[in-house]
């Protein structure tokens, strides 16, 4: 069973999937571990509150990379490639998605 949702990103709609595929998923695309990385994020992001954020480049990548697992699963015509599918947002896009 999974579970679909569309959420509005730079005014386009994008579908995201989430399943018990998506670790394995993630770990074949990115050779690292989607539950470790969503801990750092975690820790990374506090409590929302953008004052006290310790949002580094590399826990903006992890979540990108998670955004777009879940993305291309919901649909395999995004492109392969994860820059491509970003190309397609608005640069403070994904960082506002945080707070």
Excluded at 2 to 26: T, W
Excluded at 29 to 41: A, E, N, S
Excluded at 67 to 94: C, G, Q, R
Aim: hydrophobic letters at 40%; one cysteine or more.
């Amino acid at each position: 069973m999974s579970i679909v949702k569309k959420i509005e990103i730079d005014g386009q709609g994008v579908l995201f999937k989430a399943s018990a595929a998506i670790p394995r998923i993630y770990r074949l695309k990115f050779q690292r571990d989607i539950y470790k990385d969503l801990r750092i994020l975690e820790k990374s992001i506090g409590e929302g509150d953008e004052e006290c954020s310790n949002l580094d480049l590399f826990s903006l990548e992890m979540f990108e990379n998670i955004a777009y697992t879940m993305a291309k699963h919901a649909d395999p015509e995004i492109p392969d490639d994860v820059e491509e599918w970003l190309d397609s947002f608005n640069m403070v896009t994904f960082r506002n998605l945080f707070y």
